[in-house]
């Protein structure tokens, strides 16, 4: 069964940092590159950050660069965002998804690319 399980999310002040995790079962997990994406409410879901299978290509939205990290570890079929520097304009639900590249080690940051997601997990940034 392929799964995505979010965890780390929750209520921090601006300025503070959060680390949100991304379990994933199912899959051979090098395979995918694996985004993060979140949605406030009334917008629509939008791109945050990428990293390619192998990990060696990332790239992130404007609004989050030089703020967030994203890293993976493949022995352990998870992968993290770091995000430092939280403004409320980040408060969002927070979603990873994976998109199979194969033996490319490519991405996308395309919503549509995706075809398995998380349940998502909120995170508050209060002014």
């Known amino acids: 069964q392929v799964q995505l399980v979010e965890s780390g999310g929750g209520l921090v002040q601006a300025g503070g940092s959060l680390r949100l995790s991304c379990a994933a079962s199912?899959?051979?997990?090098?395979?995918?590159?694996m985004g993060w994406f979140r949605q406030a409410p009334g917008k629509e879901r939008e791109f945050v950050a990428v990293?390619?299978?192998?990990?060696?290509?990332?790239y992130y939205a404007n609004s989050v660069k030089g703020r967030f990290t994203i890293s993976r570890d493949n022995a352990k079929d998870t992968v993290y965002l770091q995000m430092n520097s939280l403004k409320p304009e980040d408060t969002a639900v927070y979603y990873c998804?994976?998109?199979?590249?194969?033996?490319?080690?490519?991405?996308?940051?395309?919503?549509?690319?995706?075809?398995?997601w998380g349940q998502g997990t909120q995170v508050t940034v209060s002014s």
């Open positions: 990293i390619s299978g192998r990990g060696g290509n990332t």
């Open positions: 998804a994976a998109d199979y590249q194969g033996m490319w080690n490519t991405y996308s940051s395309r919503v549509p690319d995706y075809d398995t």
């Open positions: 199912g899959f051979t997990f090098s395979m995918y590159a």
